[in-house]
């Protein structure tokens, strides 16, 4: 019995350690796309959403850690929305109900697309882990894939993506004024 308990603490640290090495893709990869069902059946691809920020949450409604990932998402999402954010929330091995009583009452104000999985996107990403989180931008290129974050490293990562400001731009362009040849 205590060499099965050892076994299996030894399978679960190598999945913790190596699964997060292997899973996760390379910043500045292109997303890998894919096709599954909303909650009302339609077909939805994750490039439909090329062009702009994505959040994608690859998760279950029972985890804690996907909840928890949930909540924070919650806090930001008003800043996120003026940002141009939107979530996709991909539910692994859930059914529409589940989904549906999970999300009962939680306005993200942001743009959110929740998505059954029929395991096209498990394997396209690798999901060995939840919650997993990903940061996709306007390109279609991965900025972030790993576990949780919370809502400032998720703020931070989504401001780094922005275009500067138009007054910051005109500004730094009259500081950089040639100088005249009588100077």
């Not at 894919?34 to 062009?51: A, M, P, Q, R």
């Not at 996907?66 to 008003?78: H, N, R």
């Not at 999970?102 to 029929?118: A, E, H, I, S, Y």
Request: a neutral charge; proline letters at 5%; charged letters at 20%.
């Amino acid at each position: 019995m205590k060499k099965t308990g050892l076994l299996l603490l030894c399978v679960l640290l190598l999945l913790c350690f190596a699964g997060q090495s292997l899973a996760y893709l390379q910043v500045g990869s292109e997303a890998p796309d894919f096709k599954i069902s909303d909650l009302e059946g339609n077909k939805v691809s994750l490039s439909d959403y090329k062009g702009q920020i994505i959040i994608l949450k690859l998760g279950t409604t029972w985890c804690p850690g996907c909840i928890g990932q949930s909540a924070d998402l919650l806090k930001i999402g008003p800043i996120l929305k003026d940002q141009g954010v939107v979530l996709v929330d991909v539910f692994i091995q859930e059914t529409s109900r589940s989904v549906r009583k999970f999300l009962k009452g939680k306005d993200f104000v942001m743009p959110t697309v929740p998505l059954l999985d029929d395991g096209q996107a498990h394997a396209a990403y690798q999901v060995y882990l939840i919650p997993r989180l990903l940061i996709i931008d306007q390109k279609f290129r991965v900025v972030h894939d790993g576990l949780r974050l919370n809502a400032k490293e998720v703020q931070e990562k989504v401001a780094a993506l922005q275009p500067p400001v138009a007054e910051e731009v005109s500004a730094s362009t009259e500081n950089s004024m040639p100088c005249s040849p009588s100077q």
